[in-house]
């Protein structure tokens, strides 16, 4: 290893983290066209880098925000973040409403529902079932049969009371993984649609901190996200994730069905 | 039944009103970002949950004035300091503090049991890696955990209160650990 390699290998870090200049960047890949043993360390730190990156990410307890809130509750609000561009009016009004802003965040909850991460992996597993050529690892149009295959397979008793009927009925499950846990995945369809509701553990994942709908009694977060429609719940210590391209009201109505509330208004 | 929307409270920086958001809810908004990094620091759901809560009880409670392009990394370095602080006590008073810990739920025969080799496999690896982690010092895994967070080097050095070059000697050494650690992966 000549002295060229020892300077450039310290910089394959700053490549591989995109933080590199173009100079040095241009003169590391010159180097590593013409050195196998530089270019076998940089495929080695690009792949550190790609597994650093795949671990996956761990979400705040839902109720965290929450706990936070009610204990600096009764304090002071001081201004710790510095406005140094903004008007000393601005910045007493801003204090003044302090109280106001805390009545209506008790009131209203904060108002951005930060479950995105969860709408996208239940839009990636429903892309999977669509695209892979044998989705299911049990198919039975049962959920007594289907139920009982998750036993040994997922660390929880999946809950289902809804077992499809001719509207929806049941085609069958599969183990996916959501977010980073094992999730029991079912099938259902609608005409030619396919809906996919995966359960799984509820805790620690980013649940929204407000909820736009229900399906019965129960808040639900209803979206949509790349045409498909998701809808978002928590009953019993279990998450459930609706995702399909079929209309909304209809998954709403399938919703409210698998959450028990069979006269299907869901609203 | 509550539905979403934006809150029209008054605001503290110029801009849409719609899009502005409390001091409280800028700070609460880098939550999960600050557990992620408390839960690979410290290897425990637990200790992380504990680490986060402290952290954003002591910056919404904080009169110390922070710019507000220096507040995540200001937050950060907030929490690392709890942590410090928390693992010193604990060495003064041994109970469990065995560094290569994973989370009990997270032993590989869990994983085992499933018969989906592609979600198996996953989860085996992510524990390689954090294991790989775990054997790093603080310092040192605190900087690759800054960088897989999108931390800058000058934020780094912010949330690490330490020079820049300090920061690039040490991820080159915690990078080159990582990479003979894992080496296994290599295609």
Known sequence: MTPECIELREQMTELSRGALAPKERASLLAHVATCEDCAAALERETLTGELLESLPRRFAPADLAARVRARTAGAAKPLPVKKSRTGLAVVFAAAASVLGVAVAIFLLGPSAPTAQPMVVEAVNDHLRVLYATSPLEVAASDQHQVKPWFTGKVDFAPVLRFGGNDDYPLIGGAVALFVDRKAALFVFKRRLHEITLLTFRADSLPWPRSYNSTLGDVPALVTTRNGFHVILWQADGLGYVLTSDLAEPELRQLGALIVGKSDAHAR | ?187
């Open chain 2, 1 to 187: 039944m509550r539905r979403g929307g934006p809150i029209g409270y008054p605001v503290l920086v110029p801009g849409p009103p719609a899009k502005s958001a409390s001091r409280e809810d800028t700070i609460l908004s880098h939550m999960d970002s600050l557990f992620n990094f408390a839960w690979r620091l410290s290897g425990d759901g637990s200790a992380a949950e504990d680490l986060v809560q402290e952290t954003l009880v002591r910056a919404i409670s904080s009169t110390t004035a922070v710019e507000e392009a220096s507040l995540r990394a200001w937050l950060f370095r907030v929490l690392r300091n709890l942590f410090i602080d928390q693992r010193r006590r604990d060495r003064r008073n041994p109970v469990s503090s065995d560094p290569d810990r994973v989370d009990a739920a997270e032993a590989p025969e869990d994983y085992l049991r499933g018969d989906i080799e592609i979600d198996r496999l996953r989860q085996v690896v992510a524990l390689d890696i954090e294991r790989a982690l775990l054997q790093l010092s603080e310092d040192h895994r605190a900087i690759i955990l800054l960088d897989l967070e999108g931390f800058t080097e000058a934020e780094t050095a912010e949330a690490m209160n330490c020079p820049l070059g300090t920061v690039k000697s040490r991820r080159t050494r915690a990078r080159a650990f990582l990479r003979a650690e894992l080496a296994g992966y290599a295609r």
